[in-house]
């Protein structure tokens, strides 16, 4: 074998194994079970959420246990539910939840709550329906969430329902998926 078909040897293989390991780390939406189109019942925990049934599963991050998408381009409106341990005497207290979410996103800023209201989930539990809005990463796309915060058997639990500011999905909308969190 001559230099070059050497060279072409090692670069053909430098190639493949470049290729397998991209593939292998191209990430995708972890398995999620619970999940049935437009409902996802988390066992563990021991809640259900519902969504628009054409929403589809979406890459976990941080505390996130479920998270889906509209297939879209942008993949918005995103849908979320969280799962952390809460504080020791943590109360439901909108600005402390925004404040919190603005820590996992430190590029992010401007949040701004627009409307607080406290709810009572359809097992009786508290909850804190918030509405906000804030700057994403990029510094010009504005985006508004519905959450609702509840804090339950020593978890904190939070639905999130994100889009672009004035986008087809509205407000109203939003909130009715975020507000869909069920325990059992």
Known sequence: MNKRS?????MLVSLIVMV???ACATTKPQ???GFTPGKYENAEY???VTF?????LQELQGDEVFKVANPNMYRIPVFSVNVAEAKPGQTLDAQAFVDSVSETMPKAKRFKILSEESIALSDGTPALAIFFKYLYSDGATKLQTASVWAIKDGKSFSTNATTILGGDTGPDKLMEVAKSLTFF
């Open 20 to 22: 397998f390991v991209s």
């Open 31 to 33: 398995a999620q079970p």
């Open 46 to 48: 021991r809640f259900t």
């Open 52 to 56: 628009p049934d054409h929403y589809e």
């Open 6 to 10: 050497r060279i072409a040897a090692m």
